[in-house]
């Protein structure tokens, strides 16, 4: 009986320990960390055939500096300015709106003039990549900076994934800043937390699922008919 107990003792505190040991910190590969890439080179290895994302975000909206709401969110953004947003709270649809270009389309939720905002820099945080071609590339420590008319990127040199962005308007400048990469099942990285400073309102998205080139359905970025 007593070396029952001792037995089941033994399995018990095994299990805790386990519980509790601190869960190893998976880093990406630094495939290029040996390797000097032209910017062409870096375009071509982070686009590839990325055409679409599907993302299932968590969304803590600041405004100056304070609460706002938070949201859940399912986001399609799709080559060449298409983003459609579902946004849910407590598992409802309070929003469904499309993006394209410079329209915005509300499918369903009340109207906000911040919508397209976040839409279209949702698209430029997640396609990074896109519009810096005519870019000057420069070489940091252990960054790679790019410079186009508009934007600067900072991606790091060993992963090639970004590390932050800004973008300047007319209307104002956007700060970008990623964080925390994650690996999906495809074995692709990227970073899991996305915030975006616009304005008066901040957006920190925690990217928890991140699909490439998902199947998209018959109304995925569908906008509504005209009169």
């Known amino acids: 009986m007593l070396k029952m107990l001792f037995k089941l003792f033994f399995i018990s505190s095994l299990l805790v320990i386990t519980a509790c040991a601190p869960k190893p910190v998976l880093t990406p590969p630094m495939v290029y960390e040996e390797t000097v890439l ?5 375009i071509e290895k982070v686009r590839g055939d990325i ?49 394209m270009g410079d329209s915005l389309y509300l499918l369903s939720g009340k109207d906000d003039p911040n919508l397209k905002k976040f839409g279209r820099e949702f698209h430029n945080a997640i396609f990074w990549w896109e519009n810096i071609q005519e870019g000057v590339l420069y070489s940091s420590g252990s960054e790679y900076i790019i410079r186009e008319r508009n934007k600067e990127v900072h991606i790091d040199k060993a992963t090639l994934l970004p590390l932050k962005q800004k973008i300047t308007t007319f209307e104002n400048e956007i700060e970008i800043t990623y964080e925390k990469p994650i690996e999906e099942q495809d074995g692709y990285w990227h970073p899991s937390v996305i ?14 699922k991140l699909l490439r080139n998902p199947t998209l359905g018959e109304f995925d970025f569908r906008i509504p008919e005209e009169g």
Not at 38 to 42: A, G, K, N, P, V
Not at 195 to 208: A, C, E, M, P, R
Request: no cysteine.
């Open 51 to 99: 055409k679409a994302f599907k993302a299932i975000t968590d969304i803590e909206i600041s405004k100056n500096n304070r609460h706002y709401d938070s949201i859940s969110a399912s986001v399609l953004v799709k080559m060449p300015d298409w983003v459609h947003v579902r946004m849910y709270k407590l598992g409802m649809l309070v929003k469904d709106f499309v993006v």
């Open 195 to 208: 915030n975006i400073q616009t304005g008066d309102f901040s957006f920190t998205v925690n990217l928890k």
């Open 38 to 42: 032209s910017l062409d080179e870096i």
